[in-house]
């Protein structure tokens, strides 16, 4: 029991001396990344860059622990970071995948493809970016589905928050209304229209024109400018609002019907 006592008693020294290395590696990595969320703007360029240089840091600040807790404990360090070297090209050669995705992330913090907050489309999902890590990016939804993706693997994105957005309402009147009286009714009634919606539209919504003449219908098409968060939104408000207005003003949409002729 005595022995025991002592060697306990002897290894307290090195648990204090880990314990200090600990909480003095933790206190530089919390005031590193203090300095970072302090220092840069609260834009989304700055969100998606102190996102890839958190995770340096972390990074860092792990290995830093183990190093020096290693060092406490009597090992030599030196020859242990000398050895890192060989270390890293043999992970290397088994971690190509890993290394690819973080020069990946690298490539899409500094080029700017797309940042914390934008609104892309990948495939066929569409989805805000709500993480940019320095392997992954993850992506959500308008249902609150993530979908994360390893930097390497993305390709041919497109960022829907870089321009601005448009929504389109294609709606049909009959061919024997009058183009020139529909428009009269129609276009002063726009303005009213953005009044209504500055939630969601940017701008006094467009008559655009004629867009087709279908085999019942010549269909008009209008659009307004909307952020893209609210793309389907102003869609629906669009399409709603006209519809309503077309009604108010007497203009018939007309609709595919079946005429039955029975034979005498």
Same mark, same amino acid.
């Given at each position: ?44 360029? $700055?969100?998606? +860059? #102190?996102? *890839?240089?958190? @995770? ?8 830093? =622990? /183990? ?15 000398? $050895?890192?070297? +060989? #270390?890293? *090209?043999?992970? @290397? ?8 995705? =973080? /020069? ?34 993850? =992506? ?125």
């Amino acid at each position: 029991v005595k022995s025991t006592f002592v060697s306990l008693k002897a290894h307290v020294p090195i648990l204090i001396n880990c314990f200090i290395y600990i909480v003095i590696v933790y206190a530089v990595c919390r005031l590193i990344r203090l300095i970072f969320s302090v220092k840069m703007k609260k834009s989304d360029r $700055s969100k998606t +860059v #102190l996102s *890839l240089l958190d @995770g340096f840091v972390k990074y860092a600040c792990a290995i830093a =622990i /183990i190093i020096f807790v290693l060092k406490a404990c009597g090992v030599d360090t030196t020859a242990l970071v000398a $050895s890192v070297g +060989v #270390l890293t *090209l043999v992970i @290397g050669l088994g971690a190509q995948p890993l290394i690819g995705d =973080i /020069i990946a992330g690298i490539f899409i913090i500094f080029e700017g493809h797309y940042n914390i907050g934008d609104i892309i489309i990948l495939d066929d999902f569409r989805g805000t970016v709500k993480k940019i890590s320095m392997r992954t990016t993850t =992506i959500e939804d308008a249902g609150g589905n993530l979908k994360i993706v390893n930097n390497s693997d993305i390709r041919n994105i497109q960022n829907r928050s870089a321009v601005v957005s448009v929504a389109v309402c294609d709606i049909g009147i009959t061919y024997e209304a009058d183009i020139r009286e529909v428009e009269k009714l129609v276009i002063p009634e726009l303005p009213r229209l953005f009044e209504e919606n500055k939630d969601c539209f940017e701008d006094v919504p467009k008559y655009v024109g004629v867009q087709t003449l279908d085999a019942s219908a010549v269909v008009l098409r209008f659009s307004v400018k909307t952020t893209e968060e609210n793309y389907f939104l102003a869609t629906r408000r669009l399409n709603r609002d006209l519809k309503c207005l077309f009604d108010d003003k007497g203009i018939e949409i007309p609709f595919n019907q079946l005429v039955i002729h029975q034979a005498k």
